[in-house]
């Protein structure tokens, strides 16, 4: 008994400053919640049902947060329905997490499992988050300064001091989070790490569904003509910005972590079709920066496997490696796959090119018979392989041939049989020792490839058989090389099928979305838009005008605000404005002063119930000093590009005092919502540089029945939300840097590159890049960098709460201790 009572004092004497912290953090949570219920406009039970269910979660499994809060996050706020954006329900969510997670801490703090965590505090962390504190606090101070008792107006726009609220926050719930995701890891090590992989897979598989729906209700799924982006249901990108960018640069690798690491295929299948419509997500953004993004993302993770693979781990790192079923890998075979990775590409290019989508299907096709077959032809004798070859040849005039020339699409017909027999051959056998004949293999293979270019001949002309063929002879070589080298360059995995048809899909796609002719014309622009965001970056950089800015900034949330006041009057964007009057408030809706077409003007708006269609009847109440068109429509929208419109516009006379205006709209085309169901919304702006006066606000449906809610304003902006949907300047600095600098000053510029470069330097250490998760880590971070180097990315406060994240895990993520097969599937409870 006494031997035993030393190993229990640990777990019965926690430490008093994680029970004081987890009591402050769920008062301070408590008392936000509190504040925002006080301001929410939309259903509060059903709110307080939802956010105390996530408390609860959160008390009693204390790593669940780690997957749920991610896999929510990109749907969560619903700002164009409440009209609320500086306080929204992502901010519930994380204030409910911090209550359960405090609680839990402060009454009975989790135990650990004893083993060595993959996760280590450092000095540096501390020291470079101490310093971002620091910068946030001081930047924030100054920005909300201009502070005044107010009402709702405070809550119109990116112009007030609650500004600098909406961006601190985002800083502040990281760095809240940043403890408990940091004691997770050190108390439940591999699990709660992969948990936290499982909920960026999430996170990553959600923004994609929105993204795909988008897609499909608006453009349509394949169409990769049209100027339409997609925004998914990031509504921060109402004024431009690069939400969906930023979170698909930071969660898709994280898909490829779980895609990898999975043990069980139900798991592996989830990541699988995640990262598949992630990479969808990735290429309809048509971000020339996120092609790049993709890019840097994946020679990131081969050089960390690269450097990985290099150094002669020690016998400890090659028996994990066969206990999890998987060979470990050397230089020789990690080059080897890098190298048909290139190849890979490369033949999907050709074939798309020469055969369209069927010679782009067709090369996939044969990519998955040659990478099981090259493991079962190593070695095999040279009388077999000649006569499999011949035999290949001898299929391809007997059968393909004729079925080309004779039969009305014969040869897609022979080419999908041809396929089927291969598979059946093949596929089964992958990692079994008897295979099949090597002579068969190489028929069925050799007739595959035949096939290949057939389907591109058939499906264009002869002449594209120079593309063709050379698309073929690639993957043809990689498989020479494989059967004839002295070692084997790759060794086939039933669970490597899933990554393999990953990396055909997504270079399906990018072939697919940079061939078309809308992605072809903005890489056309890219030397004028980018000498255009040059121009940009040194005004924002001109609005610092003194030591102290330069030092700490204009303040947290004040870009807007600075740069609208620093533009010469023809440039002043479009504005509104909640203003009151007699005890009565009213919408100020200001139009821009330069024109550059009908998307730059600002409109207010607000969603309708989404079976509206048709015509409209309006009445609502202007006034101005000016002549001014004010123009009314109902459109089919999701948040930039509206469709499908019933529109009216009033013809308002400058007179004194308020207008009654009332009418009925023209039909126009707004049809039904179809299939998916397209949301609806009643937007108003004005076509002109000119200030008119809104209120009283009815809009009523064929039917009679209402619209729209708070058209008075009594009730401030609820309900009202705003967009500009083509011009995004005013309101960002389209760098996260500059943004940095502008707003937080060197301070905060050099404390968030010292912390970036840190962690990209800390994962590539040898010491670290060992952790199977260092590459994702890794490309997650340098896939933000790229992002950010055209868009601000950290005025989006949904997603600094996840840079911070996944920031203090790149600078202490470490080699883990010898490690249980593990996925990052796991059960909830810890």
Not at 260 to 288: E, I, K, M, W
Not at 402 to 424: D, H, S
Not at 428 to 449: F, K, M, N, Q, S
Request: proline fraction near 6%; glycine fraction near 12%; charge should be positive.
């Amino acid at each position: 008994m006494a031997a035993s009572a030393p190993a229990q004092r640990p777990h019965r004497h926690r430490p008093v400053g994680r029970r004081v912290y987890g009591a402050l953090i769920a008062t301070a949570a408590l008392c936000g919640l509190v504040a925002w219920f006080w301001l929410y406009p939309l259903n509060l039970w059903m709110a307080g049902a939802l956010v105390g269910l996530g408390s609860l979660i959160c008390l009693l499994y204390p790593t669940a947060w780690l997957a749920l809060v991610p896999a929510i996050w990109p749907f969560v706020d619903l700002a164009p329905w409440s009209g609320h954006i500086h306080f929204t329900e992502s901010d519930a969510v994380v204030l409910s997490v911090l209550l359960g997670l405090g609680l839990r801490e402060a009454l009975a703090p989790p135990h650990g499992t004893g083993e060595k965590a993959p996760i280590k505090l450092r000095l540096m962390s501390l020291a470079l988050f101490g310093l971002l504190l620091t910068s946030v606090t001081i930047s924030g101070m100054i920005g909300f300064q201009a502070w005044q008792e107010g009402d709702g107006s405070l809550l119109m726009g990116y112009g007030t001091p609650l500004n600098a609220v909406r961006v601190a926050k985002g800083y502040i719930f990281g760095l809240a989070l940043i403890p408990f995701l940091h004691m997770a890891i050190r108390r439940w090590g591999e699990v709660a790490l992969g948990r936290f992989v499982l909920g960026m897979t999430l996170g990553l598989f959600s923004a994609s569904v929105a993204a795909l729906w988008e897609r499909m209700a608006f453009p349509g799924l394949l169409n990769f003509s049209s100027d339409y982006r997609s925004s998914a249901l990031f509504w921060e990108m109402h004024v431009g910005g690069a939400a969906l960018d930023a979170w698909l640069a930071l969660s898709f690798p994280f898909g490829l972590a779980c895609l990898q690491q999975a043990r069980h295929p139900l798991a592996r299948t989830f990541a699988f079709v995640a990262v598949c419509l992630g990479g969808y997500a990735l290429f309809t953004t048509f971000s020339r920066i996120m092609y790049l993004c993709l890019g840097v993302m994946a020679v990131l993770i081969a050089l960390s496997m690269l450097l990985r693979s290099w150094r002669p781990w020690q016998g400890q790192r090659i028996a994990e490696a066969q206990a999890v079923g998987s060979a470990p890998l050397t230089p020789r075979n990690t080059l080897a796959l890098l190298l048909l990775s290139v190849v890979m590409l490369g033949g999907c290019f050709l074939a798309q090119r020469s055969g369209g989508y069927r010679g782009l299907a067709a090369f996939a096709g044969l990519v998955m018979l040659a990478y099981p077959a090259g493991g079962m032809l190593h070695g095999a004798p040279g009388r077999q392989l000649v006569g499999g070859v011949v035999g290949g040849v001898l299929l391809a005039l007997a059968v393909s041939l004729p079925a080309m020339l004779y039969l009305p699409k014969g040869i897609y017909i022979i080419y999908g049989i041809g396929w089927l027999l291969g598979a059946a051959m093949i596929l089964p056998r992958i990692e079994d020792r008897r295979h099949p004949t090597p002579g068969l293999v190489i028929a069925l293979l050799g007739w595959a490839a035949i096939n290949m270019v057939l389907v591109c001949i058939y499906w264009g002309k002869p002449e594209n058989a120079p593309l063709a063929i050379p698309a073929m002879a690639l993957v043809v070589a990689s498989v020479g090389v494989q059967t004839l080298s002295s070692a084997p360059l790759w060794q086939p995995r039933r669970k490597d099928l899933y990554t393999l048809v990953t990396m055909l899909a997504i270079g399906g796609m990018l072939m697919s979305t940079l061939g078309s002719y809308y992605m072809s014309s903005r890489l056309s622009q890219a030397n004028t838009d980018g000498q255009g965001r040059l121009e940009h970056y040194q005004r924002s950089i001109d609005l610092v005008r003194d030591d102290t800015q330069n030092l700490v900034g204009l303040g947290l949330g004040k870009y807007p605000a600075a740069f609208f006041w620093a533009l010469p009057d023809e440039g002043v964007p479009g504005s509104l404005r909640l203003l009151e009057e007699e005890g009565n408030h009213y919408m100020q809706v200001g139009g821009s002063h330069y024109a550059r077409g009908f998307g730059e003007m600002i409109r207010l708006s607000q969603r309708v119930p989404i079976d509206a269609s048709g015509s409209f009847h309006y009445r609502l109440r202007l006034r101005s000093s000016k002549p001014a068109p004010v123009m009314l429509t109902l459109c089919r929208k999701n948040l930039l590009y509206a469709e499908d419109c019933a529109h009216h516009t009033i013809d308002l006379k400058p007179g004194e005092g308020w207008q009654q205006f009332e009418g009925k709209s023209g039909v126009g085309n707004l049809g039904g919502a179809g299939w998916p169901a397209r949301p609806a919304v009643f937007s108003i702006g004005v076509d002109k540089a000119v200030e008119v006066d809104v209120d009283d606000i009815e809009i009523l449906g064929e039917d009679l029945r209402p619209l729209v809610d708070n058209g008075g304003f009594q009730r401030g902006i609820d309900f009202w939300f705003f967009s500009s949907d083509h011009d995004h300047m005013p309101w960002h600095a389209k760098n996260m840097l500059v943004h940095l600098y502008v707003e937080q000053g060197l301070l905060g510029l050099v404390v968030m590159s010292l912390a970036l470069l840190g962690a990209l330097r800390h994962l590539l250490l040898a010491e670290n890049r060992a952790h199977p998760y260092a590459p994702f880590v890794l490309a997650s971070l340098g896939g933000l960098i790229t992002v950010g180097m055209v868009d601000s990315v950290l005025d989006i406060p949904r997603l600094t709460v996840f840079v911070l994240l996944v920031l203090w895990l790149g600078l202490g993520l470490r080699q883990p201790a010898p490690r249980q097969a593990r996925g990052p599937l796991g059960t909830l409870q810890p």
